[in-house]
């Protein structure tokens, strides 16, 4: 498993990245487990909750269409051979990710964390976000011009994506026991909303039918530095339908998350197999889309639409 920081073309400060095939297959929902503990919860402190929660209402004041949520926290991956990866969770907030990662306050919790926890991401909400480069029959490679009023990258153009929701798992995740954390049928649980997350994301923001995608495949996992290593699972997902019936479902605008963007990009596979898109265009994309086409990129040396 490969991890190493890149500096992206798009101008911001760079990413890191975790490459889980190493220049081979990716990986599929079957060989991807769970370790789901509280203790990998984001340590805080009543000074950091007081400060997250006044940069959250400040927050709320210019966007009363932010609403705070629980979000799985990423605490780690590992794989156990080339064929099976544990990814390591605990809860946080969507709250706690605007106070932490996506504002300068986190550059103080990252001093803290190391000093009295000897990690300096253990204050740090670290939401796991999923992503996934979703690739048409035609192979083309779609991008959504993200809506000004949502809560992260404002106007870039982004793969669809969002969170994996801990309520989907269960109403009650908050209060499991470390028990029932580790129940083999609770862990499966957890899987399978981050891998259909990413599909229903992508039914809600594009509004194409579930059944004409193929079950996603993970690339590996991306961390944006400009927002102290916020992370997000890189897929790649297949579609059956050609980018003009695409486009022709994308423009009906009966989509749940309809207003979350503004229009859609196609790009060719080849060109982003290739890394070679426009500077204009580097610099329209969101870190995640630029970590998620570099690992397609480590993954893939021709399209996987051919036979």
Known sequence: MAEFDLKTKNGTEG?????????????QRKQTEINFSRRFDN???????KSIKLIWNEKCKNNDRLYNQSKFRFEGIRKIDDNQVVIN?????????????????????????TQSFNSKRSCLADPLGVGSLLLTSDSKFLFLKRAMWTGEDKGKLDRPGGHPEPDNVSTNIRTWTEEECHLPKN????????????????????????ESLKDPLLLGIVRSLERFGRPSAEFLVLCSLTSKEVEKLYLKGCQAEADESVGIVFLPEEKVRGLDLDQSIWHSLTDAA???????????????NQP
Do not use: H
């Open 43 to 49: 340590n805080s402190d009543s000074w950091i909750e």
């Open 290 to 304: 630029c970590g998620a086409i570099e690992l397609y990129n480590q993954c893939y040396s021709s399209s996987p």
């Open 89 to 113: 969770l605990g809860l946080t907030t969507y709250m706690e990710l605007i106070g932490t990662n996506c504002n300068p306050f986190g550059k103080q919790l990252v001093v803290y964390g």
């Open 187 to 210: 862990r499966l649980r957890i899987r399978e909303e981050i891998f259909d997350s990413v599909k229903c994301e992508i039914r809600d923001e594009i509004n194409l039918p579930l």
């Open 15 to 27: 990413i890191e990245i975790i490459n889980l095939s190493n220049g081979k297959i990716p990986i």
